[in-house]
């Protein structure tokens, strides 16, 4: 089951930062939290991954809190095409994915 | 990455009746998953298919109802039974990366109607 939380929607202006919160209260030590967006008919796409350590590759940046239970995906300058659902997973093992965020950039 | 292919990419089906769904990947891989996504909704994991073996289903998925087959390290099926409306979702088939990261790599689903 999943054991995150996200506001189950956002909007955010083009060419500004997007900060989508997730908590995840529950999160054991060897879960990993992990991020996937999901754009209008079609599959979920992989964005980024971290265990404890703040992580950035050349879609977003995750921050993850001290004591994990709760975390940030930022994607730095959005732009109209980021307009999908987001998930945040904690999973060991299986992916579980819960409600999302639903984020639309605005032009 | 991984690239995968499913059939039929969409299909509108009769009450009663049942639906394989096919899912080809371009490369060998370990483990592929079967998600569901009612109209809306999020997705929700069906079983996890292991090559060699019986799937493993998650609760509240039978056998009798989503049938699985894993012949090999590339190829799936999950076969949808004795339809009803209540079945109309899309199916999508998922790999994992194989890379030491957990990342999954999904298809781009295959759009079930019943009517």
């Known amino acids: 089951d999943a054991k995150t939380t996200q506001p189950p929607s956002m909007d955010c202006a083009e060419g500004r930062a997007a900060n989508l919160p997730c908590n995840h209260s529950t999160i054991s030590g060897n879960e990993y939290v992990y991020w996937y967006r999901q754009i209008h008919s079609q599959g979920p796409q992989y964005i980024i991954h971290?265990?404890?350590n703040n992580e950035t590759n050349e879609m977003a940046s995750l921050i993850i809190t001290e004591d994990r239970k709760s975390s940030t995906l930022i994607l730095p300058h959005a732009t109209l095409r980021d307009t999908a659902v987001y998930y945040c997973i904690v999973t060991g093992n299986q992916f579980y994915f819960g409600t999302g965020t639903s984020l639309t950039v605005i032009p | 990455s991984a690239v995968i292919s499913q059939k039929p990419s969409r299909d509108i089906c009769q009450r009663g009746t049942s639906l394989t769904i096919q899912c080809q990947v371009d490369s060998q891989v370990t483990m592929m998953f079967w998600y569901r996504q009612q109209p809306g909704q999020s997705l929700t994991l069906i079983a996890t298919?292991?090559?060699?073996?019986?799937?493993?289903?998650e609760s509240g998925f039978v056998i009798d109802k989503f049938p699985i087959s894993r012949p090999n390290l590339t190829f799936s099926t999950l076969t949808v039974s004795n339809m009803s409306p209540e079945d109309s979702s899309i199916y999508l088939c998922s790999v994992d990366s194989g890379r030491n990261t957990g990342e999954l790599f999904f298809g781009e689903g295959s759009r079930l109607t019943v009517l």
């Open positions: 298919a292991n090559q060699g073996s019986e799937a493993t289903y």
């Open positions: 971290g265990l404890k």
